[in-house]
């Protein structure tokens, strides 16, 4: 079992950044993928980022790749997502999940999530 907080997010301007944490509880947060997906009104929930169990894999979306960086600290059992040169688009709801296997893209290989945190990119 692992739970997840969310934290950092918040109102920026366009051009500005972000930095995003989320906590995990737990003795096994290291054998876990762990990902950020974000939700805009109205819209699917979508892949942003994921980092492997050891932190030597990371994956992004197309639409972040170049801006934010995931990262992890498995002995603080934490992951960050640092956004940079952020667009109004980024605005949504981000959420940190953890997977034990499957594809680290889709939704459904996330087992575990957060409570997510608010990120709105004013123009």
């Known amino acids: 079992q692992v739970q997840l907080v969310e934290s950092g997010g918040g109102l920026v301007q366009a051009g500005g950044s972000l930095r995003l944490s989320c906590a995990a509880s737990?003795?096994?947060?290291?054998?876990?993928?762990m990902g950020w997906f974000r939700q805009a009104p109205g819209k699917e929930r979508e892949f942003v980022a994921a980092?492997?169990?050891?932190?030597?894999?990371?994956r992004y979306a197309d639409s972040v790749k170049g801006r934010f960086t995931i990262s992890r600290d498995n002995a603080k059992n934490t992951v960050t997502l640092q956004m940079t040169s952020l667009k109004p688009e980024d605005t949504a709801v981000y959420y940190c999940?953890?997977?034990?296997?499957?594809?680290?893209?889709?939704?459904?290989?996330?087992?575990?999530w957060g409570q997510g945190t608010q990120v709105t990119v004013s123009s």
């Open positions: 999940a953890a997977s034990a296997g499957g594809t680290a893209y889709m939704v459904v290989s996330y087992h575990y």
């Open positions: 737990g003795r096994t947060f290291s054998s876990y993928t």
């Open positions: 980092i492997s169990w050891s932190g030597d894999s990371t």
